[in-house]
């Protein structure tokens, strides 16, 4: 099991026949947190003729939009399409334009609120989660070197360690590689070594692939 959300908010801007249209991508949790931040942009550009949106959530696999005013299936839904291509959930995008005083017609508005969410998307840094098991090894120091020039073919994420009378390894496995893993470390010790499985959690490993 495994998602993508990004780390932050981000913001990008495009403009098509002197209308600017402000995208801002940002993480959320929940529908309020999504509604909360709505409005706040809303009251941040309250003179904008509209704030198109939409947002999706992992918690319960919702995806919800707006076109906001502008003609139906303009604003939203591009917006909307941005945020599934790009494979990205616990996420919202609001879209602001202010008018330019030139109509852009149905694909003008398509192809301008796609390219401001896109942007966005690119601006931003993605957090890729995995469901991951936290493991504590330990071990003498005779084995580390062994253990160490095996660990990143299983892509880990260190979490600590500490060298002192033996030296323990924390770090994060994800959970389709803990029984391979398992195994090489059984053969690799002669028998069962030292590890412990802390917890099963989430785990952003966007930074190793």
Request: proline share 3%; glycine share 8%.
């Amino acid at each position: 099991m495994e998602y993508s959300t990004i780390a932050a908010p981000c913001e990008a801007s495009v403009t098509e026949k002197r209308s600017e249209f402000i995208a801002q991508l940002f993480p959320i949790a929940t529908a309020e947190d999504f509604t909360a931040k709505l409005e706040e942009i809303r009251g941040k550009h309250h003179k904008a003729r509209h704030n198109v949106w939409a947002y999706r959530l992992r918690s319960d696999g919702s995806s919800r939009y707006s076109d906001d005013g502008e003609p139906q299936g303009t604003g939203g839904v591009p917006v909307l399409g941005v945020l599934q291509k790009s494979d990205l959930t616990d996420v919202g995008c609001v879209v602001t334009r202010y008018f330019g005083g030139v109509l852009l017609g149905a694909s003008g508005l398509t192809r301008a609120y796609s390219a401001a969410a896109a942007l966005a998307v690119q601006n931003a840094q993605i957090q890729h989660f995995c469901e991951a098991e936290h493991l504590r090894l330990q071990m003498d120091y005779g084995m580390y070197g062994k253990v160490s020039y095996i660990l990143p073919e299983y892509e880990i994420l260190e979490r600590g360690s500490d060298f002192g009378e033996n030296v323990t390894l924390d770090f994060d496995v994800k959970c389709e590689l803990f029984d391979s893993l398992s195994a090489r470390l059984n053969d690799l010790f002669n028998g069962a070594p030292h590890l412990e499985r802390l917890e099963t959690h989430f785990a952003d490993f966007g930074s190793i692939i």
